[in-house]
C-alpha cells in the first residue's frame, strides 16, 4: 500500500514538473519577411496573446521576446494578415507575414465608421500618412496636391497659409466652397492644426453615396482624417526632423531702370507731356525691387513622438515645431503643436478614448500689397540715398501711381497675429450582446486668433509718411463643440449574409465672436507691446458675433451577399437655426442617399477566367446641401443717415431706408449626386485601376440678382435662384511590383475631367458680373449666366493693334498702339453689347503620377502634378494709375511706333479704353511640375543595434523643383472665390523648397 502510494506521488510530481517546465518563460527570437519578396518587415508587432507583452522588429526584421512555452505569439503588420504562431517551447520563430493581395481586406475610414475596401460602393479614395510626410508641405492638405483623381489644390505662398481646395469642381456662387474634414469623428472647416506627421491616413469622400451621412456640411466634399494611434507594446520614440530653404522660382523680370524710363517717356508723350528723363540711359539697370525685398527663406521642422501600450491601453504622443520665414523679408511663421491620443478598455465590453490636439502659432506679417508695389515701383528709385535716407519717388517726379519705396512700406509695416487653438474630442464606446455597439462622443474646437497693427509717426518720403500713429487690434474666437450618439449593429447570418446598421443622434452648436479696436497717438517703445490705456485718441471699438445650432438624426444600412452584392442606403435629417423660418421653413432638410456594388469577379462565370484577379461595378446616388451660407441672409437690412428738411427755418429730420430686397425666405443649396465607377485588379493584383462618372446638380443654389440702381439699393434679391452642374470623368491606374527582396517599386497615374456649368437662372440670362480686382477703370472681368461656367471670363476680343489714329469706325477715339476690338454685333459700334466669354477659370483637366521605388536602404520617391483647360486673367499688365514699371516681356513687345507690333498695345495700356477686360490679358493657366522628388537612405541595422537605435533615416528632399507654364506671371496657382477665380492681381509667389532630414526611431 505504502509502495503505491509512493509510484502515485512520483508520477504526480513526474505530471507537476512537465507541466510546471512548459510554463516557464522562454526566450525567443526569430525575422519576420514578407511571404512573397523575403524583404524584412521593420516595426511588426509581436505580442503575447492575452498579454500586454509585446515588442517589434527591428530594421532587420528581428525580434526577441520573453513568452511562456506554450504561449501563443500574434504577429500584426499594416497591409499584412496577421498570423498566431504557437510557441511550443520554441526558442527560434521565422514568421513570412502574407501581404493582403490588392489591399481587398484594407480596412477603409468611411462616414462613421470603417469598412473593407471590396465593400465599399462609394467613390473614395485613400492616401497614407507616410505619403503625407514625405514632402516638406507644413500643410497636411497641401501634400495631397496630385495624389487624387478629382481633387484641385491651389496653393498660396504666404507661410502658415492653408490651400484652397474643391473636390469635382464649384457648385455654388454664394455659399461657401469650404470642405468638411472629420478627424477621429469630430467635425471641422480646416486642419491647420494638425501636424502632418501626426497623421495615419486620409480618407477623401467624392460622391453623394459616400458624404450624404454628413447632410448639410457635406455639399462640397469631405476628407476623414486619422490620427496615428498607440500600439501594444514596448514604447517606442520616434524623431522626424527637416531643415532647408525656399526659393522663389519662375520669377518675372521687370523692365530695368533705362527700360522703364524710355518706356514712361513714350507714355509722357502719348498724354500730350513733356519727357521726364532727358537721358534714360544714365540710369543703368538701377533698382531691382524684387532682389531687395525677397529672399532665400528659411524653414526647418521638428517632431518627437511616443507611441506603446500595454494589455488594456494605448497611446500616442507628440510634439511639433515648424519655424518657417516667408520669402519677403521680415515675414515670419512660427508653429507648435501637441497632439495625444490615448486609448483604454477597462473592461472587455467596454473601451475609451481621447483624441486631442493644441496649437499655438504667431506670425510677423507684411503687407498686403507688397506684391504689386513691387510689381509697380520705378526702378530709377534707389532704395537708400548716399545719406542714407530712402529713395524717394516724389523726387523724379513720377506722380501718384507709383509714389512708394517698397523698402519703406516693409520697414514701417508693423503687423504681428497670434492663434491659440485646442481641439478633442473623448468617447466611450459599450458593446452589447455581442453584435451591437454604443457609442457616445464630446468634441469641441475653441481658439482665438488675434491681430496686433501698429504705425509710429514717421517721414521716410513725401508720400510715405504718418503725423500720428495708430494702433489696431483685432480679435476673433470660435467656441463651437459637437456631441453624437451612434448604436451599431453588426452580424453575419449563415455565412453569406453580412448586415450592419448605424443609427444616429448629432447635436452641435457653433459660436463665433469678433471684436475689432483702434486708436491713434498711441506711444510706441519698439517692444511689440502696445496697449489702448496709454493715452491715445480717436478710439473706434466695434464687435459682432454668431451662434448657429444644428440637430440631426441619421441612419445607414450595410448590406453584403457573399461578398459579391452590395448594397450602401443612408438618410440624414439635419435641423439648421439660421434656415428656421417658420411657419414657411421648419428648418430641416432630409437626405437620402443609396449605394449599390457588385463584385463581378466573385461570379462563378468568372472562375476560369485568367484576366482579371478582381472586378467590381459600382454605382451610387446621394443628396447633399451647403448650409455655409452668410449669416442671416433672409433678413431685410436699414441704413441710417439720411436727413430730409422741412420748414422755415429749415429742420433736418432723420430717416432710414431699407437697401436690400429679400425673399421670404432661404432654403439650403441641394446637390444631387449620381456616381458610376468600376475598379479591377489584372496580373496577380499587380495592376489596379479605378474609373468613374459623375454627375452633380446643385438644385437652388443662393446668389445675388443683379437690379437696377434707380432702386436706391446696396445689393440686390438673395434667393435661390440657380441651379449649377459639374460633370465628369476620372481615372487612376497602379502598377505595384516586388522584383526581389531587394527592389520593389510602384507607379501611378491619375486624371480627372470636369466641366462646370450653370444650367439654369430663374430670371433667364440675365448675368450676374464680378472680379473687379485689379481692373482700374471700375469695369467688371467674370460673368456667371445660364449655359456657361461660373465666373467665366468676359470683355472684348482684341483683333489687333492700330497702326495710326481713328477718326471714324468703330472706335473713333483710338489712338496708334490701342487695342483694336472685334465688333461682335457688327453694329459699327464698340461698346458692352461686343462683350464675349474669353476663358474658364474652373480647371477641366487635372492629373498626377506619382512613383516609388526601394533598392536595399535606398529609397526614391517622384510626384508630377499638373493642371490644363484653365485660364487667368493677368490683371497686373494694366493694374495701374500713373507711371507703374513694366513687366521686361511686355517693354520688349510693346508697340512703339507704325508696324512694330499688332499684338501688344503701347505703353498706354492702363488708359481707360485699353485697361477694359479683354482677350489680351486673359492668359492659359495649365502647367506640369515636378511635385515632389525625396531620396532617402536607410542605415544598416547592424550598424545601430548597438547603440540601441531602431532605425535611422537620412532623406533629401526637393518641392516644386521644375515648373513649366507659359503663363507670364509667377505661378498658375491663382485661387479665389466663385466670381473672383483666378484674376491675378498680387498673388504671393510660389517657391521651390530644398530640405534635408532625418528620421530616428528609438
Request: glycine share 12%; aromatic share 12%.
Amino acid at each position: 500500500m505504502k509502495r503505491s502510494f509512493t509510484i502515485s506521488g512520483l508520477v504526480l510530481f513526474f505530471f507537476l514538473f512537465i507541466s510546471s517546465a512548459f510554463a516557464q518563460n522562454v526566450a525567443v527570437r526569430g525575422k519576420v519577411t514578407d511571404a512573397s519578396t523575403g524583404e524584412t518587415l521593420i516595426g511588426v508587432s509581436v505580442l503575447v496573446k492575452g498579454t500586454s507583452n509585446g515588442a517589434q522588429t527591428d530594421v532587420n526584421g528581428g525580434y526577441s521576446i520573453n513568452a511562456p512555452s506554450n504561449a501563443t505569439l500574434v504577429f500584426s503588420y499594416i497591409g499584412y494578415t496577421s498570423q498566431e504562431v504557437p510557441v511550443n517551447g520554441q526558442l527560434l520563430i521565422n514568421v513570412k507575414l502574407q501581404a493582403q493581395a490588392n489591399s481587398l481586406s484594407e480596412v477603409v475610414v468611411v462616414g462613421y465608421g470603417t469598412q473593407k475596401k471590396v465593400d465599399v460602393t462609394g467613390s473614395i479614395a485613400t492616401v497614407k500618412g507616410d505619403e503625407i510626410a514625405k514632402q516638406a508641405s507644413t500643410n497636411p492638405l497641401s501634400a495631397l496636391q496630385g495624389k487624387v483623381a478629382g481633387l484641385n489644390i491651389v496653393n498660396s505662398g504666404s507661410p502658415g497659409s492653408s490651400p484652397q481646395i474643391t473636390i469635382r469642381g464649384t457648385g455654388t456662387i454664394y455659399g461657401g466652397t469650404g470642405l468638411l474634414y472629420v478627424v477621429d469623428g469630430a467635425l471641422y472647416d480646416d486642419i491647420n492644426f494638425l501636424n502632418p506627421a501626426d497623421i495615419d491616413n486620409i480618407s477623401i469622400l467624392k460622391d453623394g453615396s459616400s458624404t450624404a451621412i454628413y447632410g448639410e456640411r457635406a455639399a462640397n466634399g469631405v476628407i476623414l482624417v486619422t490620427t496615428k494611434r498607440g500600439k501594444k507594446g514596448t514604447a517606442t520614440v520616434n524623431y522626424n526632423a527637416y531643415a532647408g530653404w525656399q526659393h522663389v522660382t519662375n520669377q518675372v523680370k521687370m523692365a530695368d531702370a533705362t527700360e522703364y524710363a524710355t518706356a514712361i517717356n513714350e507714355l509722357q508723350t502719348e498724354n500730350g507731356a513733356s519727357a521726364l528723363f532727358a537721358d534714360p540711359a544714365s540710369f543703368g539697370k538701377g533698382t531691382d525691387w524684387y532682389g531687395q525685398i525677397l529672399r532665400d527663406a528659411f524653414v526647418t521642422n521638428h517632431q518627437v513622438s511616443i507611441n506603446g501600450g500595454a494589455e488594456k491601453s494605448d497611446y500616442n504622443l507628440s510634439v511639433g515645431y515648424l519655424d518657417q520665414d516667408g520669402i519677403v523679408k521680415t515675414n515670419s511663421y512660427n508653429r507648435y503643436t501637441l497632439h495625444l491620443t490615448d486609448n483604454y478598455q477597462p473592461y472587455k465590453n467596454l473601451k475609451l478614448g481621447i483624441s486631442a490636439s493644441g496649437q499655438y502659432s504667431r506670425s510677423r506679417n507684411v503687407d498686403g500689397g507688397i506684391f504689386h508695389e513691387l510689381y509697380g515701383a520705378a526702378p530709377v528709385v534707389p532704395v537708400y540715398y548716399a545719406d542714407g535716407t530712402y529713395g524717394d519717388p516724389s523726387d523724379f517726379n513720377l506722380g501718384g501711381g507709383n509714389n512708394y519705396n517698397p523698402q519703406v512700406t516693409l520697414d514701417y509695416f508693423n503687423s504681428h497675429s497670434a492663434n491659440y487653438r485646442f481641439t478633442g474630442n473623448a468617447f466611450a464606446e459599450l458593446t452589447i450582446a455581442k453584435h451591437f455597439k454604443l457609442r457616445s462622443s464630446l468634441g469641441g474646437d475653441f481658439g482665438e486668433n488675434e491681430t496686433l497693427s501698429y504705425i509710429p509717426v514717421y517721414k521716410a518720403t513725401l508720400s510715405q509718411q504718418a503725423t500720428q500713429s495708430s494702433l489696431s487690434r483685432n480679435r476673433s474666437e470660435t467656441r463651437n463643440w459637437l456631441q453624437e450618439n451612434t448604436l451599431t449593429y453588426d452580424n453575419t447570418f449563415a455565412n453569406d449574409h453580412h448586415v450592419t446598421v448605424l443609427v444616429g443622434y448629432s447635436s452641435e452648436q457653433r459660436q463665433g465672436y469678433t471684436l475689432n479696436a483702434s486708436a491713434q497717438n498711441v506711444p510706441g517703445d519698439g517692444s511689440y507691446e502696445y496697449y489702448f490705456s496709454t493715452n491715445g485718441t480717436n478710439y473706434n471699438l466695434s464687435d459682432a458675433g454668431s451662434l448657429l445650432t444644428f440637430q440631426s438624426e441619421f441612419a445607414r444600412v450595410n448590406y453584403s451577399y457573399k461578398d459579391t452584392y452590395l448594397l450602401n442606403a443612408s438618410v440624414r435629417r439635419d435641423g439648421n437655426s439660421q434656415f428656421y423660418n417658420p411657419p414657411s421653413n421648419n428648418g430641416y432638410s432630409v437626405l437620402p442617399a443609396v449605394g449599390l456594388g457588385w463584385v463581378i469577379s466573385n461570379e462563378d462565370f468568372m472562375k476560369n477566367q485568367h484576366i482579371f484577379n478582381f472586378l467590381k461595378l459600382r454605382g451610387g446616388y446621394g443628396e447633399v446641401a451647403n448650409a455655409d451660407l452668410p449669416f442671416n441672409v433672409a433678413k431685410a437690412t436699414i441704413n441710417g443717415g439720411y436727413y430730409a428738411i422741412f420748414g422755415n427755418p429749415t429742420v433736418a429730420y432723420p430717416g432710414s431706408s431699407v437697401t436690400t430686397i429679400t425673399p421670404p425666405f432661404i432654403v439650403v443649396e441641394r446637390s444631387h449626386n449620381t456616381d458610376i465607377g468600376l475598379e479591377g485588379g489584372l496580373l496577380d493584383n499587380h495592376l489596379t485601376f479605378e474609373a468613374d462618372f459623375y454627375n452633380r446638380v446643385t438644385k437652388n443654389a443662393v446668389f445675388a440678382i443683379p437690379v437696377l440702381g434707380s432702386l436706391g439699393l446696396t445689393g440686390g434679391p438673395i434667393g435661390n435662384q440657380a441651379d449649377i452642374q459639374n460633370r465628369g470623368f476620372e481615372f487612376l491606374v497602379t502598377w505595384k511590383k516586388s522584383v526581389n527582396k531587394d527592389f520593389s517599386y510602384s507607379v501611378s497615374g491619375n486624371f480627372s475631367i470636369n466641366n462646370n456649368k450653370v444650367l439654369n437662372v430663374s430670371t433667364g440670362r440675365n448675368p450676374i458680373y464680378g472680379g473687379g480686382n485689379g481692373i482700374t477703370n471700375g469695369a467688371l472681368a467674370t460673368i456667371t449666366v445660364e449655359g456657361q461656367p461660373i465666373g467665366e471670363f468676359y470683355g472684348y476680343k482684341v483683333a489687333g493693334i492700330f497702326q495710326q489714329d481713328q477718326t471714324s469706325g468703330p472706335q473713333p477715339n483710338a489712338k496708334a498702339g490701342d487695342f483694336q476690338y472685334v465688333d461682335e454685333n457688327h453694329d459699327g459700334v464698340i461698346d458692352g453689347r461686343d462683350r464675349v466669354n474669353l476663358g474658364n477659370p474652373n480647371p477641366k483637366y487635372n492629373y498626377g503620377f506619382n512613383t516609388s521605388f526601394t533598392y536595399k536602404g535606398f529609397d526614391l520617391a517622384l510626384d508630377f502634378q499638373g493642371v490644363a483647360g484653365v485660364s487667368i486673367y493677368n490683371a497686373n499688365i494694366a493694374y495701374r494709375f500713373g507711371n507703374e514699371n513694366f513687366t521686361q516681356d511686355f517693354y520688349q513687345h510693346r508697340w512703339h511706333g507704325a508696324g512694330t507690333s499688332n499684338t501688344y498695345p503701347s505703353v498706354k495700356v492702363g488708359s481707360n479704353a485699353n485697361s477694359a477686360p479683354n482677350s489680351f490679358f486673359v492668359e492659359s493657366g495649365a502647367y506640369f511640375r515636378v511635385r515632389n522628388a525625396q531620396l532617402g537612405y536607410t542605415l544598416p541595422g547592424n550598424l545601430l543595434s548597438k547603440v540601441g537605435v531602431q532605425k535611422v533615416r537620412f532623406f533629401a528632399n526637393a518641392q516644386n523643383p521644375l515648373n513649366f507654364f507659359k503663363y507670364k506671371g509667377f505661378s498658375p496657382e491663382v485661387g479665389g472665390g466663385p466670381t473672383e477665380a483666378g484674376l491675378d492681381a498680387n498673388v504671393y509667389p510660389l517657391y521651390a523648397t530644398y530640405n534635408f532630414g532625418v528620421n530616428v526611431t528609438f
